[in-house]
Every structure is written in structure tokens, then in C-alpha cells.
């Protein structure tokens, strides 16, 4: 007599089929589960892994992109020491750090000198020394040159000189100097004298200093009425600041 074959689940009691499916159901669902949660773990993690952006915009000694005024203001005092050309009661008072080997300040000291012209007696341009050294090796001594011219002529000598300098920037040294002196009319004996022993040498690196402290990077940096003004901003730029401060 031959017997039927029967599977496993068939010879089981019913509801030890039905455990026996629940188990087996829930195995399949945690095991899909594990790979999902896998799955996105390995995604979160190749994300977390990428290099973070870096940011390499360092500031520059020379800058050569001009800037708007920044937000904010820093009081900027007009000192007894400083060289001012222009009304000493300007409403409008542009305090600018320089080096007069800066190409960059070359080009923006005729839009200062611009603004002088068109403004008159509304502005005033107060200069004040800022050289780059690493940059500009003969920045320093110029400066220092600029301040024996002062010493015997005032600001109006002063500003002749450093005027010079610009106009003549790829030949600064001694005999451009001593050629500048003469001309605005300093005694040469005291003038030589007076550049050898590096009489101004705190005067310069006084104004160096406080132009960092006051946030000045790079060269040419002005204030105007208080904010700073990086680079050699053009005319029409300029002119959209001050109008805007004789506005208020």
C-alpha cells in the first residue's frame, strides 16, 4: 500500500503554522530593514567624508580691487602730526594710508588730487604713511625722505614732494630725493643730514601702526568720514561717497 507524501508545514497543527509564518514574515522585514538602514548610512557617510570648502581669501598687501565704503564707522582723529591739504575744517575729511612705491597708490593719487579740485573747501585730505616693506623696499626710506622735506616747508613742501614721488615712481632713491628737496627749495645740507640718521623713522612707523589698528590690510586704504575705502577707487566712486556724506 503506497502513502502520501505530505510537506513539512502540512504535518504540522495549524497554530504551530501559524508561529512558524510570523517568525519567518518578521525575519523578512528586519532583514530588508538592516539593508535600508545600511544603505543610508553609507550615503551619510561619504557625504560627511568630503574636504570642507577652504577658504583662501587672505588679505592682500597692495589691493588692486577697489571697494565701496564697508559698513560701519571708525573714528578716525585728525592729528597735529598729520599732513593736510585742503580746508582743516572740511566736513568731509579723507584720511588715506599710502606707500609711494604702491603702483596702485600712484594711480589713485590723482583722483584724490581730482577731488581737491571739484570739492574745494568741502574736503580735506589728511596723508599718512603705510609702507609695504616686503613689497616696496624703498617705500620707507621715501617716506621718511617726505618727512625732512616737511620739516623745513611744512605740509606745502610735504605734499609737493610726495607729489614728485608719484610722478617719478620707478626712480625713487637719494638723488631723486636730493632732486626734489631742491626744487621745492630745502637747505640739501640739512635735508641729507636729516635722511641719513633716519630723524623720522618712529614718525613713519607710528602711522604704520595705527593704520593696522584701525583695520588698514594693504595699500591704498582711506577713510572717508570714518569708512574705510579699500584700493584705488575711481573718481566716479568716490564722488558717489562724499556726496553722500555732504548729504547728511
Not at 31 to 51: C, M
Not at 81 to 93: E, F, I, M, S, Y
Not at 196 to 210: C, F, G, P
Request: aromatic content about 10%.
Amino acid at each position: 500500500m503506497s502513502q502520501e507524501k505530505t510537506s513539512f508545514f502540512s504535518s504540522l497543527n495549524p497554530q504551530t503554522s501559524f508561529f512558524l509564518g510570523l517568525a519567518a514574515s518578521l525575519l523578512i522585514v528586519c532583514t530588508i530593514g538592516f539593508f535600508v538602514l545600511l544603505a543610508f548610512a553609507i550615503k551619510d557617510d561619504s557625504q560627511n567624508n568630503k574636504p570642507a570648502a577652504v577658504n583662501n581669501n587672505q588679505p592682500t598687501a597692495v589691493v588692486n580691487s577697489p571697494s565701496p565704503a564697508v559698513a560701519g564707522k571708525v573714528n578716525v582723529q585728525v592729528l597735529d602730526t598729520d599732513h593736510l591739504r585742503g580746508n582743516k575744517n572740511a566736513p568731509v575729511k579723507i584720511v588715506e594710508y599710502s606707500d609711494v612705491q604702491c603702483p596702485f597708490c600712484s594711480r589713485f593719487h590723482p583722483v584724490l588730487q581730482q577731488v581737491l579740485a571739484e570739492y574745494g573747501s568741502d574736503v580735506a585730505w589728511i596723508y599718512r604713511h603705510f609702507p609695504l616693506d616686503q613689497l616696496h623696499p624703498n617705500a620707507r626710506p621715501g617716506a621718511e625722505a617726505s618727512e625732512c622735506v616737511y620739516e623745513q616747508t611744512g605740509d606745502e613742501g610735504f605734499f609737493a614732494f610726495i607729489d614728485g614721488l608719484f610722478a617719478d615712481q620707478t626712480n625713487l632713491g637719494m638723488p631723486l630725493y636730493q632732486k626734489l628737496a631742491s626744487e621745492i627749495g630745502v637747505d640739501l645740507e640739512q635735508f641729507n643730514d636729516c635722511v641719513a640718521t633716519r630723524k623720522y623713522q618712529q614718525k613713519v612707523e607710528n602711522d604704520l601702526q595705527q593704520g593696522g589698528v584701525l583695520g588698514v590690510t594693504g595699500t591704498p586704504g582711506s577713510f572717508i568720514n570714518g569708512s574705510l575705502v579699500k584700493g584705488a577707487v575711481p573718481y566716479a566712486s568716490l564722488k558717489q561717497i562724499i556726496d553722500s556724506e555732504l548729504s547728511q
